[in-house]
């Protein structure tokens, strides 16, 4: 079996985080409540990255985007597009299987009121770095979100400058990198302003498959 490439379920290294871990298993004993492990195989060419557990989605369940409104999106789009099977229903038993595809988070850890700190974000880098590395078949890697992009430039060891973010960029970073794809984060407040529609992120997925299969 290969070795862990997450954080323990009890990470120490962000202060906040770790309170508010704390008091979430004082307030839901029975949620996941703990840093969440990346979801699919380590085969994967297509990694995406998302900014961190939310509090009633992935803290409670253990999965990434598993349980809340940007899960019900991500997962849609991954059945439609061929990149996973099975039926999501929005818990960590329901048989999901992800088809060349791996989904981790920025921050392992959910922080209050979604929004992680600078030097949170950067505690956690060594585990994106880690997860990056490991992914021996990788070609892309969809960001998504703002924070998500700048943490896997770094965790990739790219200027900010060298590949700034904007929704369905895509981003060569080197014959020795995989591919950036960056997009607008799937939340229910991007999707209810209006931002990020269904199918606008559909599409950014879409050139995700599309640049695996050679298109």
């Not at 019900?72 to 048989?95: F, H, I, Q, S």
């Not at 979604?114 to 770095?129: I, Q, R």
């Amino acid at each position: 079996m290969a070795p862990s490439l997450d954080p323990a379920l009890d990470c120490p290294l962000c202060p906040r985080l770790v309170a508010f871990r704390v008091a979430n298993r004082q307030a839901y004993p029975d949620w996941h409540n703990g840093a969440v492990p990346a979801f699919g195989d380590r085969d994967a060419k297509l990694l995406i990255v998302g900014l961190a557990p939310g509090l009633k989605g992935a803290n409670r369940t253990g999965r990434p985007f598993t349980g809340d409104f940007a899960g019900d999106l991500l997962y849609t789009t991954l059945l439609e597009l061929g990149l996973a099977r099975g039926k999501y229903g929005a818990n960590p038993k329901d048989g999901l299987e992800l088809l060349g595809c791996r989904i981790t988070n920025a921050v392992r850890c959910v922080p209050p009121e979604n929004k992680p700190t600078t030097n949170e974000v950067a505690a956690c880098g060594a585990f994106l770095k880690a997860e990056v590395k490991a992914l021996g078949n990788l070609k892309i890697i969809l960001s998504l979100g703002r924070v998500s992009h700048e943490a896997v430039l770094k965790a990739l060891a790219v200027r900010s400058k060298a590949a700034p973010f904007a929704h369905g960029a895509i981003h060569r970073l080197g014959e020795d990198k995989p591919t950036l794809i960056d997009s607008y984060h799937c939340s229910r407040y991007n999707t209810q302003t209006g931002r990020l529609t269904p199918a606008m992120f559909r599409q950014v997925v879409g050139q995700a498959v599309d640049r695996l299969k050679g298109r």
